[in-house]
């Protein structure tokens, strides 16, 4: 698995160089006396498969909507107000016998700041605790970097575990792309295209995003790069300049070539690029899913699309052979990463383990519809940001809080 540098971070913070950590965490840490762990420290236990134990103390309605998942996370959802009233009982032991799992106890809030009261009470009790940095803010702030293992140009595929978003950095010969960036982490892209000394010519959107701020506009600003989307997508009434990426175009990075497919469903204007033997598949195929159709037309255009999306998977992807690999937009806990350490897997085998591949249109369409989940927060206001027909007055993070939820349930 191939992490770029720039992704270090170390396990106990007074055992590394600063640097390696975001200079307003570590001073949350320094001047703090409480125990506290990182976001990326608490990212890379989970990877590890080390236990990890989870006490979030905000309210319920936070706790559904989206928290830190995992195969060795040991959840525990105790309201604030109930830990407070233990410690004015004095009756901590029993608290501490409702907390799942074993280890030290990682006490997390919104932002970090009423958690650490809690992790210093249990700390003081004689218990292993600490504080989650900065909170689910900071876990939301979290993003990661890892190369996919191919034969040509070089792709570093970035995943955001608090929600599941993944974009892509496509680098030959001094030459880069950003496909599905986010607003949040344009320093990143362009940081790591340095490492890589290539200069960042396209920016790409495969559709209108309704669960994060999308970076093309910026990071296209930041860059002179050429902004990019499909017809279909800037019909949907783009209020700023951008190119026209049309289906069958190719486009050359360095020495690749990057070729746009149509591939609606999710959206009208869904567009997936194929680039060395790997598919961007964008929001139509995920490893273990496939994407929603009702986030653009709702539900009154939700049967059409995804008459489309069946349409897509089984015949404009027709064309490509079972050894490409798909890289998707988004990933899910029920994901399986592959052995480089990305969410990608081989078309072949989506072929033959997703259920989509092997039934029939109406059935195709009548379960995508029977088995939605919520919409992601925010989408609507998301959406006309992204259309650049409202002004971003709210922090990205704020507005993306949460998990996007934009593959089918089902």
């Given amino acids: 698995m191939n992490v770029l540098p720039t992704l270090r971070c170390p396990v106990v913070p007074s055992q590394a160089p600063s640097q390696f950590i975001p200079a307003h965490v570590l001073w949350w840490i320094m001047s703090d006396p409480t125990p506290a762990i990182t976001a990326r420290e ?23 909507q989206w928290r830190i998942t995992g195969d060795s996370v040991a959840f525990t959802f105790l309201p604030r107000a109930k830990v407070l009233q233990a410690k004015a009982t004095g009756t ?3 608290l501490v016998a409702e907390i799942d799992g074993e280890g030290p106890i990682t006490v997390v809030c919104a932002e970090g700041r009423a958690s650490a009261e809690v992790a210093e009470f249990l700390t003081d009790a004689g218990h292993e605790a600490q504080n989650l940095a900065e909170g689910m803010e900071g876990w939301a702030d979290l993003y990661v970097g890892t190369e996919l293992e191919t034969d040509g140009a070089r792709i570093v595929q970035y995943r955001r575990p608090s929600s599941g ?18 607003a949040a982490f344009t320093d990143r892209y362009v940081s790591d295209a340095d490492q890589f000394e290539a200069d960042i010519h396209y920016v790409i959107d495969t559709h209108v995003h309704a669960d ?10 930041q860059t002179g ?26 486009l050359s990075v360095g020495g690749a070539t990057l ?13 997936a690029l194929v680039v ?3 598919l961007l598949s964008g929001d139509s195929l995920f490893v273990e899913s496939v994407a929603r159709p009702d986030l653009e037309r709702d539900d009154a255009g939700a049967s059409e699309l995804a008459h489309e999306l069946y349409t897509t998977l089984r015949e404009r992807f027709e064309s490509l052979p079972d050894d490409v690999l798909v890289a998707p937009g988004h990933y899910s806990d029920a994901a399986e990463r592959a052995a480089d350490g990305t969410y990608s897997a081989r078309l072949g085998a989506l072929r033959r383990r997703l259920w989509a591949f092997t039934t029939t249109e109406e059935a195709f369409v009548e379960r995508i519809l029977a088995d939605l989940p919520p919409r992601p927060a925010n989408y609507e206001r998301l959406i006309a940001i992204n259309l650049g027909q409202q002004e971003q007055t709210e922090d990205a993070l704020e507005l993306e809080l949460g998990p996007n939820n934009c593959a089918a349930t089902a």
């Fill in 92 to 94: 901590v032991e029993d």
């Fill in 42 to 64: 608490l990212y890379d236990r989970i990877e590890a498969g080390e236990p990890v134990r989870i006490l979030d103390i905000r309210d319920r309605t936070a706790v559904d």
């Fill in 225 to 250: 790069a050429s902004a990019m989307l499909s017809p279909a997508a800037r019909e949907r009434g783009i209020a700023f300049e951008t190119e026209t990426l049309v289906a069958g175009e190719t």
């Fill in 212 to 221: 994060h701020v999308s970076g093309l506009r910026k990071l296209a600003a």
């Fill in 259 to 271: 070729e746009a497919m149509a591939a609606p469903g999710h959206t009208t204007g869904m567009t």
């Fill in 276 to 278: 060395d033997g790997v």
């Fill in 165 to 182: 978003c993944l974009s892509y950095l496509l680098v030959s010969d001094g030459e880069a792309a950003v496909v599905d960036p986010l």
